[in-house]
Structure formats: structure tokens, C-alpha cells
């Protein structure tokens, strides 16, 4: 055995106890294990400094000082860190957008007036409960956060954004801990402020989805995760909790988290009439001349929402740079011609085949 792949050998062991006492909250012991690897991975790259591994180490490095800084932190602080955790995986501050400032997408919005808004506003009329689970997939694109975001400004409630990335990404065995903290902080204000709290999971195939290659980790956080979920519906409790969930990958999600979403909502691409409202709202904002809006509605067929607006940012910038070109003071006004020239450029974000995956995973696990 080589001297490289001895140290190696001994760093990683260094780093396997040291995530075992971390997790097990033995800080001071997880921190002297840390340092133990650092010194081993230190001396790895000043002996073998053309190493393919050394960018590796030096990751490692990294990433094993910020976790000694963290549970220093977290040692002196009486609530042992939690509300620095929440500030990095939840924004409390939800977007100032209503169902008014979306355009289209009308069965996405009554929806969740269904299964949100007329539950919050009269309780009473719903013996039989109502939907607490809400699930929104489609293409990227298409405005799943922004209509997430809008439901929660139809009445007054609290509304908690929560990226599933950031929380899997913290450490081994806080991940669970943190979507514990993050159910229990919107009961919490349900209850004490009397309002409904919406917590939107960004990206939630990440933290439930189901891969090849796994760790015990995932398995506890899903778990977590059923447990909060199930924990909802417990009919002895005054606080109202919806979880809206979105993905672009909603194939990654097995079956006993799809029965926890009771409404499962396709956010589709826009169809002819959804594109060209969205092109009149944006166009709008520019000054245009001879442009036929109902044939451009045609020819972005395939393009979802987000790849419109981008649309006409690019013939505005457009006409922008041939101002400042030719030393002109103000923009000419955009005209069909320009918007077939970016068109010739620029193709739909979202291929057809991959609408097709959609729609077959729709027309198996949909619920409206």
C-alpha cells in the first residue's frame, strides 16, 4: 500500500467518526476528529501536490473547517443554531403577487382555491376535512412558485419557502432535525396567530424523491417528512398547515408520498390562448408597431411562460443596442421583423419529448 493511500486511509476514517460523533451531538469530539482529518489531508497535498485528488482535498478542507465553525457556533448559542439554520432554508418573505398578476393557468388556480382558500375562509362549510397536501409539476418555467406564492396572498397567511436543496445539503443527520423545526414553526404560528400557514417546498424531488445510490440519510428525512405530513391531519389540533409542493421531476416521488399530496396539479406549458395573453401583458411594456400578436401566439407553440417573457426582453434589448449603436436618443419601436429574428434564435427551453413524459405521468397519478 502506497504512503498516498495509507493517509487517505487514515483521513477517512478520521472523517467517518467524526460525522458518527457529530450526529450523535458529541460536539467536542466531532470537532477533534475534524481537525484530525484536516491535518491528514493538509499533508497529503503538501507530499503529493500533483495529485488528480488535490482540488478533493482541498474541498474537504473546506468543507470540514466550516462544520468545526458551525458547531462552534452552535455551542454558544442557548438555542443550539436553530434560527441561523432556518434563515439559510426558509424565506419568510413571499413574492407580492395575486392569482390576478398571473396569467392563464385557471384550473391551477381554482384548485387551490378548493383545496386553500375556502377552507381558510369558512371552516365550518368542510366536515370532511380538506386537501392539505398539494402537488405542482410540470416543465421549469411555467410559474409553479410564482402561483404558490399568490395563493398564500389570496387571504392573510404566513408563508414559509423552503428549498429542498439547502436542506439536503446540510449535514449528515440535520437534515431530518430541520424539517422537524420547519413543520413545527408553522404549527406553532398557526396556532398562536390563528392563521393558516402555506410551507412551499422548492424542487421537493430532492428531498423525497428515491435514487439508485443513497444513504440512510434520505431514508430518515422522507420518513421525517411522512410523519409531519401524516401529523397534518390530526383533527385534535387548531392550526391549519398546507404543504405545496413542486417539482420538475415528480417521476422521482414513489406512491406513499403521492398519497400525501391529495391534489396533484399539472402546471402545463401555455396553450394558444394562455401565450398570447402572455404576450400581450409583456408586450405591453414596450413600444411596438405592426406587430401580430395572434400569429406570434402561433409560432411559439412549445415555449413555456417563462421563455415568452424572455422573448421580448430579447427584440426589446434588441432595438436597445441599435440605439446606443446609431447615437440615437430613444428606441424605434419593435416591429414583426424583429420578433422573427429572435424567434430564428431562440428555441423552446422544454423539448417535446420530455411533455410527453409529462403527460403520461399526468394521466396516471393526476388529482384535481
Excluded at 164 to 185: D, H, P, Q, R
Aim: proline residues 4%.
Amino acid at each position: 500500500m502506497s504512503g498516498q493511500v495509507m493517509l487517505e486511509e487514515m483521513a477517512r476514517k478520521y472523517a467517518v467518526e467524526a460525522v458518527k460523533t457529530d450526529k450523535s451531538g458529541k460536539r467536542d469530539e466531532a470537532i477533534g476528529y475534524y481537525q484530525k482529518a484536516i491535518e491528514v489531508l493538509t499533508q497529503l497535498i503538501s507530499l503529493y501536490p500533483d495529485s488528480v485528488a488535490k482540488h478533493a482535498y482541498e474541498q474537504m478542507i473546506a468543507e470540514y473547517r466550516k462544520r468545526i465553525m458551525q458547531l462552534k457556533e452552535f455551542a454558544t448559542e442557548p438555542d443550539g443554531g436553530s434560527d441561523k439554520i432556518e434563515e439559510e432554508i426558509v424565506i419568510k418573505e413571499k413574492p407580492k403577487v395575486g392569482f390576478k398578476d398571473i396569467v392563464g393557468l385557471e384550473d391551477v388556480k381554482e384548485a387551490l382555491r378548493e383545496s386553500i382558500v375556502y377552507p381558510s375562509r369558512r371552516p365550518d362549510l368542510f366536515p370532511l376535512g380538506w386537501p392539505r397536501g398539494i402537488l405542482m409539476y410540470g416543465p421549469p418555467g411555467c410559474g409553479k412558485t410564482m402561483i404558490a406564492a399568490a395563493v398564500a396572498n389570496e387571504i392573510e397567511m404566513d408563508f414559509l419557502h423552503v428549498d429542498a436543496a439547502s436542506i439536503m445539503s446540510k449535514w449528515l443527520g440535520e437534515a431530518e432535525k430541520n424539517v422537524s423545526k420547519i413543520f413545527k414553526k408553522a404549527r406553532e404560528t398557526s396556532k398562536n396567530e390563528k392563521k393558516p400557514v402555506v410551507i412551499f417546498i422548492d424542487e421537493i424531488d430532492a428531498l423525497l424523491g428515491t435514487y439508485s445510490t443513497e444513504n440512510g440519510g434520505e431514508a430518515r428525512v422522507r420518513n421525517q417528512f411522512l410523519g409531519e405530513m401524516d401529523g397534518m391531519l390530526d383533527k385534535g389540533e387548531t392550526y391549519s398547515v398546507y404543504v405545496i409542493g413542486a417539482t420538475n421531476k415528480p417521476w422521482r416521488l414513489d406512491e406513499p408520498f403521492l398519497r400525501r399530496f391529495q391534489k396533484r396539479i399539472y402546471v402545463r406549458p401555455p396553450d394558444y390562448q394562455q401565450r398570447l395573453s402572455l404576450l400581450t401583458h409583456y408586450a405591453s411594456k414596450i413600444k411596438m408597431e405592426g406587430v401580430d400578436l395572434q400569429e406570434l401566439a402561433k409560432q411559439t407553440e412549445g415555449y413555456v411562460a417563462s421563455d415568452i417573457r424572455d422573448i421580448v426582453q430579447a427584440v426589446h434589448i434588441k432595438v436597445v443596442k441599435e440605439m446606443f449603436r446609431n447615437g440615437l436618443s430613444e428606441p424605434r419601436a419593435v416591429r414583426m421583423e424583429d420578433f422573427v429574428e429572435v424567434l430564428r434564435d431562440r428555441k423552446p427551453s422544454v423539448n417535446q419529448e420530455l411533455i410527453k413524459i409529462y403527460e403520461a405521468w399526468h394521466e396516471k397519478f393526476k388529482a384535481l
